[in-house]
């Protein structure tokens, strides 16, 4: 069984920083990538950034120059680090992981966290 557990939302100012965080654990053989996509009531989820295995980094147009993503491949973390916060990037941040795992065989699946509500408002 594999779980991502997210943490690092929060409350924060227009022009604010806030940065996630993304542990998986559990039965995992390997990473292929790992990424955060973000979604608000009534809206579909979108990508916000990713991060392959080979650590090849690709961004959503609206966030770039702003968030950065990265990972510690040794504690299979994943984190992104937003800066200078609008009020359109509030929404729940979610992570999610593309995995090789060890079921009956080694299986490719994919992840998603629970959730971390970032809200950002004077």
């Known amino acids: 069984q594999v779980q991502l557990v997210e943490s690092g939302g929060g409350l924060v100012q227009p022009g604010g920083s806030l940065r996630l965080s993304c542990a998986a654990s559990g039965s995992i053989f390997s990473i292929n990538a790992m990424g955060w996509y973000r979604q608000n009531p009534g809206k579909q989820r979108e990508l916000v950034a990713t991060?392959?295995?080979?650590?090849?980094?690709n961004y959503a147009d609206s966030v770039k120059g702003r968030f950065t993503i990265s990972r510690d491949t040794a504690k299979n973390t994943v984190y992104l680090q937003m800066n200078s916060l609008k009020p359109e990037d509030t929404a729940v941040y979610y992570c999610?992981?593309?995995?090789?795992?060890?079921?009956?065989?080694?299986?490719?699946?994919?992840?998603w966290g629970q959730g971390t509500q970032v809200t950002v408002s004077s």
């Open positions: 999610n992981a593309d995995l090789e795992v060890v079921v009956t065989t080694l299986t490719r699946r994919g992840y």
């Open positions: 991060i392959t295995s080979s650590g090849s980094t």
